[in-house]
């Protein structure tokens, strides 16, 4: 465990399900509770196997959502998933990955139709391409169209920095908004379970914002 500047990092194999639950609680007791989840970890599959994939995508983020309820319910809190457009259209050489993020979407919005949930919101985030380990293992030992799709995205300069992608969630995360063009504000509201597709004009404003703050350093 790590602990710099106020945030604590712990190590943890989510493929291992039965240590999630001690691990949310054992995190609840040292940061007093918890306000936000967001639901971040995957894995593309294509050199795990199917079954470690399975539990890492979905089976994993299914307990972290249990096993944090109980905390998100004292807080009105919020939930936020990584969902990807292979959800709805799976994509040859990947399709596993695109039915356990579908699986994922599913149970969250089960989980909010449950009384007892109706005051933890959630909402999920497609980041687009990001330029993440998992598209370089879909160029170098992806087959059929991911290979080809992650390669295009490469060509055309389509990759998202992962730094900048970061921030806009955990801006939009934090506040429950979205980013607002006309304000250049994280002031428009998020519906429950809506679907957050991050602009390039989000990005191009958080890229000017880190420019502009190296500059004043």
């Given at each position: 465990?790590?602990?710099?500047?106020?945030?604590?990092?712990?190590?943890?194999?989510?493929?291992?399900?039965?240590?999630?639950?001690?691990?949310?609680?054992?995190?609840?007791?040292?940061?007093?509770?918890?306000?936000?989840?967001?639901?971040?970890?995957?894995?593309?599959?294509?050199?795990e196997d199917h079954d470690y994939s399975s539990k890492v995508v979905f089976e994993a983020q299914k307990r972290l959502v249990e096993s944090a309820s109980g905390f998100l319910r004292k807080t009105n809190g919020r939930i936020v998933f990584l969902t990807s457009g292979q959800a709805w259209n799976p994509v040859e050489g990947h399709e596993h990955y695109g039915k356990?993020?579908?699986?994922?979407?599913?149970?969250?919005?089960?989980?909010?139709?449950?009384?007892?949930?109706?005051?933890?919101?959630?909402?999920?985030?497609?980041?687009?391409?990001?330029?993440?380990?998992?598209?370089?293992?879909?160029?170098?030992?992806?087959?059929?169209?991911?290979?080809?799709?992650?390669?295009?995205?490469?060509?055309?300069?389509?990759?998202?920095?992962?730094?900048?992608?970061?921030?806009?969630?955990?801006?939009?995360?934090?506040?429950?908004?979205?980013?607002?063009?006309?304000?250049?504000?994280?002031?428009?509201?998020?519906?429950?379970?809506?679907?957050?597709?991050?602009?390039?004009?989000?990005?191009?404003?958080?890229?000017?914002?880190?420019?502009?703050?190296?500059?004043?350093?």
């Amino acid at each position: 465990m790590r602990a710099n500047l106020g945030i604590k990092a712990v190590k943890l194999d989510l493929s291992r399900i039965d240590e999630i639950q001690n691990f949310v609680e054992q995190s609840a007791i040292e940061i007093g509770g918890v306000t936000v989840l967001i639901l971040n970890a995957a894995v593309t599959g294509i050199r795990e196997d199917h079954d470690y994939s399975s539990k890492v995508v979905f089976e994993a983020q299914k307990r972290l959502v249990e096993s944090a309820s109980g905390f998100l319910r004292k807080t009105n809190g919020r939930i936020v998933f990584l969902t990807s457009g292979q959800a709805w259209n799976p994509v040859e050489g990947h399709e596993h990955y695109g039915k356990a993020k579908r699986e994922v979407e599913d149970f969250l919005r089960e989980f909010s139709r449950k009384p007892e949930n109706e005051n933890t919101s959630v909402f999920l985030v497609n980041p687009g391409h990001v330029d993440t380990r998992m598209h370089q293992e879909a160029m170098l030992y992806g087959k059929g169209a991911i290979r080809k799709i992650s390669i295009k995205a490469k060509e055309d300069g389509l990759l998202r920095n992962p730094k900048t992608i970061g921030k806009i969630i955990s801006k939009m995360s934090l506040a429950g908004k979205k980013f607002n063009p006309k304000t250049q504000e994280y002031d428009m509201p998020i519906a429950n379970n809506e679907i957050v597709f991050i602009s390039d004009e989000n990005i191009k404003f958080e890229e000017s914002a880190e420019k502009l703050n190296q500059v004043v350093r």
